[in-house]
């Protein structure tokens, strides 16, 4: 199953993110808000894709998925629902990313070893990263998986 995951900001120039999922388990945001900030929290309140806020504290949900899902070691992103108030712990095998450029400013196209080891931290968290590389300053290429010696194929 592939699936495209296009929200880290409203300017973001995602060109490519595929994602091969392998599993999807949801919690409930009361769930993810105890086990992080150790209370009940009556008042959840969406923040982005990656955050939520749980009675004034805001928490990453990706610290909850890595807390639940330990022995995971496929676990690639954690995703907010807000239509169904529920986090997803998304594990796959694959991810290739390719980001057009903004810039000189652009954080993600500085370095590329840097620039891929972000979009890591977000969407390929527990895969390794087998390639990375810049195309004429203006795209930025990441390729993760779960293999150290796999060989991409470009096409």
């Not at 998925?65 to 095998?93: H, M, W, Y």
């Not at 195309?135 to 293999?147: A, P």
Request: net charge positive; aromatic share 10%; charged share 30%.
């Amino acid at each position: 199953m592939v699936c495209l995951f296009f929200s880290f900001s409203a300017d973001a120039k995602f060109l490519k993110d595929d994602f091969t999922m392998t599993k999807n388990n949801s919690y409930s945001w009361q769930e993810v808000c105890k086990r992080l900030t150790r209370r009940e929290s009556p008042l959840i309140e969406y923040q982005s894709i990656h955050e939520l806020d749980c009675m004034g504290t805001k928490v990453d949900v990706m610290k909850f998925c890595e807390e639940i899902e330990v022995t995971n070691p496929f676990l690639a992103r954690a995703v907010v629902k807000k239509d169904k108030k529920v986090v997803n712990c998304q594990s796959g095998r694959t991810v290739i990313i390719k980001w057009q450029c903004q810039g000189r400013e652009d954080k993600y196209c500085k370095d590329p070893e840097v620039g891929c080891f972000l979009f890591q931290e977000k969407l390929a968290k527990r895969l390794k990263i087998i390639h990375q590389s810049m195309t004429d300053k203006k795209y930025l290429n990441c390729y993760f998986d779960v293999r150290k010696n796999s060989k991409l194929i470009v096409r």
